[in-house]
Structure formats: structure tokens, C-alpha cells
């Protein structure tokens, strides 16, 4: 970057750099309002898992013994 060798030429790039300045200024603000909306993560349904019953083995019906 060239820097000015005269005061008026001084004076004229301080004047851009200053709307240069409010112009980001400017931007920042915007951006700090206009935030992307947070992406939340999909509450998942909590599945009640029951647990595996064992299941008990079938009683067997008492047979009669026979008697001799």
C-alpha cells in the first residue's frame, strides 16, 4: 500500500478508512443479530425396553402311580 505524500492526500484516506470502519462496524452488528437459530438435537422417545422373563418350566401334572 502506497502511503500519501501530501496532507490533503492525508486527510482524503482517513476520511475512506473512517467509512470503511462504520461500514464493518455496521456489518458486525448485523451479523451478531441476525445468529443462526442453534440446532437442537431431536429429543429421542425413551423406549421402555422390558426386561426377558424367563419362563419357568410347565409343571408336569402328577401322575398317579399305579399300584400292583
Known amino acids: 500500500m502506497v502511503l ?3 496532507p490533503k492526500q492525508c486527510a482524503i484516506k482517513i476520511r475512506s478508512l473512517k467509512k470503511q470502519v462504520t ?4 456489518r458486525k452488528k448485523a451479523l451478531a443479530a441476525k445468529k443462526k437459530p442453534v440446532k437442537r438435537k431431536a429429543a429421542k422417545k425413551k423406549v421402555v425396553k422390558r426386561k426377558a422373563t424367563k419362563k419357568k418350566p410347565a409343571k408336569r401334572k402328577a401322575t398317579k402311580k399305579k399300584r400292583r
Open 23 to 26: 461500514a464493518m462496524e455496521k
Open 4 to 6: 500519501p505524500k501530501t
